[in-house]
């Protein structure tokens, strides 16, 4: 498969607590995005790496998230203390060009 | 910060009826872009297009990017079954991001 992969594809958290996402992207993709869904909503830009390089946030990713591309390879996407508004599709996207390949989503559920 | 306005936000149609959903923005787009979502799934590219006035069909899907760069249709014609989902329009703004609309949710009765 040579797909855009991201793990878990579900998790449950209690608020306060901190998750991390996994995000391997299709290999001869050189940039990588995080974008977050919410339901009845398009996609919106949290982050962009081209390489290992993290060259965009947006101000919708707050200081309680990161993201890291340590080889240019995969990514994690982490977010510390989290809150119920953090609930969410998060979807990770590469690209060597115009027009993005997504990976199926993290659904997080903070409760 | 740019806005992408996407209508309708839901449609419902019988099998073999044809379909046009648009999008319209504030600011000027490079690129126009469709995508699909299924249930449970990302966005899968359907069309992109590149410069104003440009039409482009993918197989019973045709798209075209408006001549003010400000907007874009989508058409789906005879639709089936398995067109059921959410049809989002996105603008690539600059090379580092790409804004989506709410989405047009399609319904087919067969």
């Known amino acids: 498969d040579t797909g855009v992969s991201q793990d878990p594809r579900h998790k449950i958290t209690k608020r306060g607590q901190n998750v991390t996402f996994r995000c391997d992207p299709i290999?001869?993709?050189?940039?990588l995005y995080w974008y977050r869904q919410t339901l009845g909503q398009g996609p919106e830009f949290l982050t962009y790496?081209?390489?290992?390089?993290?060259?965009?946030k947006s101000r919708l990713l707050s200081d309680r998230f990161s993201a890291e591309r340590p080889k240019g390879s995969f990514s994690t996407l982490e977010i510390q203390r989290t809150e119920q508004g953090d609930s969410a599709m998060y979807l990770c996207?590469?690209?060597?060009?115009?027009?993005?390949?997504f990976g199926s989503g993290t659904r997080l559920t903070v409760v | 910060g740019q806005q992408l306005n996407q209508s309708p936000q839901s449609m419902f149609i019988q099998e073999g009826e044809d379909v046009s959903m648009n999008c319209t923005s504030s600011?000027?787009?490079?690129?126009w872009l469709w995508y699909k979502q299924d249930p449970g799934e990302g966005p899968v590219l359907l069309i992109a297009?590149?410069?104003?006035?440009e039409l482009t069909s993918n197989g019973r899907l045709t798209a075209q990017f408006g001549i003010t760069r400000k907007d874009s249709f989508l058409n789906i014609s005879a639709s089936i079954p398995s067109d059921v989902g959410i049809y989002f329009c996105?603008?690539?703004?600059?090379?580092?991001?790409?804004?989506f609309g709410a989405g047009t949710r399609l319904t087919v009765k067969p």
């Open positions: 996207a590469s690209s060597s060009g115009v027009g993005y390949t």
């Open positions: 290999s001869e993709h050189n940039r």
């Open positions: 790496f081209q390489n290992e390089a993290q060259l965009e």
């Open positions: 600011s000027i787009f490079n690129t």
């Open positions: 297009l590149y410069k104003a006035g």
């Open positions: 996105a603008g690539w703004y600059n090379n580092n991001d790409m804004r």
